[in-house]
Nanobody, 123 residues
Framework: QVQLEESGGGLVQAGGSLRLSCAYS????????MGWFRQAPGKEREFVAA????????YYADSVKGRITISRDNAKNTVYLQMNSLAPEDPAVYYC????????????????WGQGTQVTVSS
């Protein structure tokens, strides 16, 4: 059974940085595309970033492009989300997810999810 565990969330000032980590266990990480999504109160879960199994392909939501970088370390079974220049629109619970097939921006294309980690931005 695949399990995902996020860490690294917290409170940061606007303009600051955070690095989220997601540890993958129970399956073959280096064959899985991975994604990060976020959900703010009262809003639907939305795509943030995704990465192919090799790391060669990286995809971002327009709202975070240039501020956020997704990466992975297949030797450590971990995917990361480096977030810089955090802005008032960024606070949410951030979720790591494993794709059931090819890399995707769609929530429905991911079949395993972590419990989420809270990111809060103070002005």
């Amino acid at each position: 059974q695949v399990q995902l565990e996020e860490s690294g969330g917290g409170l940061v000032q606007a303009g600051g940085s955070l690095r989220l980590s997601c540890a993958y266990s129970g399956g073959t990480f280096n064959k899985r595309a991975m994604g990060w999504f976020r959900q703010a109160p009262g809003k639907e879960r939305e795509f943030v970033a995704a990465i192919t199994w090799s790391g060669a392909g990286r995809y971002y939501a327009d709202s975070v492009k240039g501020r956020i970088t997704i990466s992975r370390d297949n030797a450590k079974n971990t995917v990361y989300l480096q977030m810089n220049s955090l802005a008032p629109e960024d606070p949410a619970v951030y979720y790591c997810a494993a794709a059931r097939g090819i890399v995707s921006r769609l929530v429905s294309e991911y079949d395993y999810w972590g419990q989420g980690t809270q990111v809060t931005v103070s002005s």
